[in-house]
């Protein structure tokens, strides 16, 4: 914006000068005329009368300020129509800096209470929550917990730096340091030897990273995200390892929250578009290219593995999606000034994704590369593909927002995998190709707030459904057999959504599990919804301004009775799944610190089995340091 006002003020001085040349020559008509000499020439000459040659640099540097300012005009609007494509997950255009850091360190902690309802092992083995080790009964005499109460507390510190090239091209990252590390974990070899006379519990200790520590499951520093931006003259060029967002983040969700732990990743080339105008109004299009999975890899064929690049194995086994987002969404500012003018705002969009892959190996996906890749017994027809289409809504008032998003899932996959055993005479378990899966799924989500008192009193509801299936278990961890390896049985918390001879659909729809809808059922007992429904109201207080308190009170209920544990068999079973009321405070101040505190209470109901099951409770706090 410099530059406006450069040009600004050139162009009024230049103003300016000419008009007082105007008004000064009615003053010397002013009398009788007189004969004019030289020394009356001399003086009747316009002081404003520049000479030609300083006229044209004048001009000429004018010219160069205002096509200057067509470029950072131009920049500025296509920076907000990208921004509005990403739906919140790309940040404002490029400021002058060249390093630009973002980002928190946060400390949370939970106690839970009973969050496997006290209730005994399901038909599979499984507890519906981990219950205390030294409390854990064995499954197969049907004993419950007698005590089911654990604390923890972990950190993280996330970086997200951006790397302003130049006004049109930036770099940006997403970087955690001991992401989720749970406080006390670290071994320390200075005073946690167990053989030492003074163990650390009686002595001392200090927690201190070093390489191959048994208690890590992760790397201490992990770059999560890369990503490249280039606003090019017709639209913003996006590629490499970046977040993936839209609509109210059922499907997509990027999961930028200081208390969330999950969020889609994606390798991805894009493309926005500059709005069009079509006959349902402006619409941004952003064509995108997802690497959903390269498939097998091979070394470098003249130093091996950890030099050089890896290269694709066969490019049948590679996973691809080809999609399209078609969206009208105002940015922030373009909201509020609606807001302010007392006009509504209306977004609405689409989101359709065509998914396939042709072969797989399954050796690789199991050994990576130590794999022997051999294509007379390693490759598997997948034949797969998949239809997705998410369609969203949005209004907003001075008083109301009502946002809705559904999607559905139509496709198919050639050959899947199952386990069972190897023939009929033969009971050793085995991984077995099946042929012909089918997927058909849906599932959405409406929410509705109304500012009761404006600044101070929200209140509002929600109401979400996702498809279910009537296989064993809800599908959340399609991956989970009994303990035994068997296929699970109805009665079991999880399990596949088919079984390759009497079921060949899978027919369950998962949100997203950054998708936050509650803070026991669906966020730590089942891990996202699926087969299931809710309806939720809630009330949000405005205390004071940093100060909130959020309150919600969540029923919910399965679609399909048999993936309940309270099935015994096909057509058998408890829907009603629980209530469950919610509470979280939450204090922001203006100088960069935050800290929440939350309180859950589930009363499970029949779904979980009989009677006499008990409440769940979960309290958590977490302090946090935003920059």
Request: net charge negative.
């Amino acid at each position: 914006m410099s530059r406006l006002l450069a040009a600004l003020a050139a162009l009024l001085l230049l103003a300016g000068a000419a008009r007082a040349q105007d008004e000064k020559k009615p003053e010397e008509t002013k009398g009788a005329a007189k004969p004019a000499t030289d020394e009356t020439k001399a003086a009747a000459k316009p002081a404003t009368d520049l000479p030609p040659e300083t006229k044209a640099a004048i001009q000429r540097e004018v010219e160069r300020m205002k096509e200057d300012l067509r470029d950072e005009v131009r920049a500025e609007i296509q920076g907000a129509q990208s921004a509005a494509e990403f739906m919140g997950t790309v940040a404002e255009g490029p400021k002058l800096e060249f390093f630009e850091l973002d980002g928190y360190y946060r400390v949370r902690g939970q106690l839970t209470d009973d969050l496997g309802l006290g209730r005994a092992a399901d038909a599979s083995g499984h507890y519906l929550y981990p219950v205390p080790l030294l409390n854990n009964p064995d499954p197969a005499t049907g004993r419950r917990p007698t005590r089911g109460t654990l604390a923890t507390a972990n950190m993280r510190l996330r970086l997200e730096p951006t790397l302003n090239v130049s006004e049109l091209v930036r770099v940006r990252a997403q970087i955690d340091i001991l992401d989720n590390y749970v406080l006390g974990s670290s071994t320390s070899k200075l005073f946690d030897d167990p053989y030492s006379p003074y163990p650390a519990q009686f002595y001392g200790s200090t927690r201190q990273l070093y390489p191959n520590d048994p208690t890590a499951d992760r790397a201490p520093i992990l770059p999560k995200r890369v990503w490249g931006e280039v606003q090019t003259p017709v639209g913003l060029l996006s590629f490499g390892r970046m977040p993936s967002e839209w609509g109210l983040g059922l499907l997509t969700n990027a999961g930028g929250g200081v208390d969330e732990d999950y969020g889609d990743t994606v390798d991805r080339l894009q493309f926005a578009l500059p709005p069009v105008q079509t006959p349902i109004g402006a619409l941004t299009l952003v064509p995108i290219l997802d690497f959903d999975a390269e498939g097998a890899l091979r070394p470098d064929p003249r130093f091996g593995a950890g030099i050089g690049q890896p290269f694709d194995a066969d490019s049948s086994d590679d996973a691809r999606t080809f999609a399209l987002k078609a969206a009208r969404v105002d940015t922030d500012d373009e909201i509020r000034r609606k807001l302010d003018r007392n006009e509504s705002s209306f977004n609405f969009g689409a989101y359709y994704n065509y998914r396939t892959q042709r072969d797989s190996i399954p050796v690789w996906a199991q050994d990576g590369f130590g794999a022997e890749l051999d294509p007379t017994v390693a490759v598997g027809r997948r034949r797969s593909y998949g239809h997705v289409l998410d369609l969203w809504v949005r209004v907003l008032t001075q008083r109301w927002r009502i946002e809705a998003e559904a999607a559905g899932v139509y496709g198919h996959i050639g050959q899947a995998f199952t386990v069972g055993p190897a023939s009929d005479t033969d009971p050793t378990l085995t991984v077995k190709p099946i042929s012909r899966v089918d997927l058909r799924q849906w599932g959405g989500s409406l929410v509705t707030e109304y500012k009761a008192i404006p600044n101070k009193v929200t209140v509002g509801g929600e109401l979400g459904v996702a498809s279910g299936d009537d296989a064993p278990g809800f599908g959340n961890i399609p991956s989970r057999f009994a303990i035994d390896g068997s296929l699970p049985a109805y009665g079991s918390l999880e399990g596949p959504q088919f079984n390759g001879t009497t079921d060949r659909s899978i027919r369950n729809f998962r949100f997203n599990p950054a998708y936050k809808v509650d803070l026991i059922l669906f966020s730590r007992l089942l891990g996202q919804v699926t087969d299931a429904w809710y309806v939720k109201p809630k009330l949000r207080w405005d205390i004071f301004p940093g100060l909130s308190l959020d309150t919600q009170l969540v029923y919910s209920q399965a679609i399909s009775a048999e993936s309940t544990p309270s099935s015994t068999g096909p057509g058998k079973g408890s829907h009603p799944l629980g209530l469950e009321g919610d509470a979280i405070v939450t204090y922001t101040s203006g100088a960069g610190f935050q800290a929440y505190a939350q309180y859950g209470l589930l009363q499970p109901f029949d779904a979980f089995g009989p009677g006499g099951l008990s409440r769940a409770h979960l309290l958590a706090f977490g302090l946090v340091a935003k920059f």
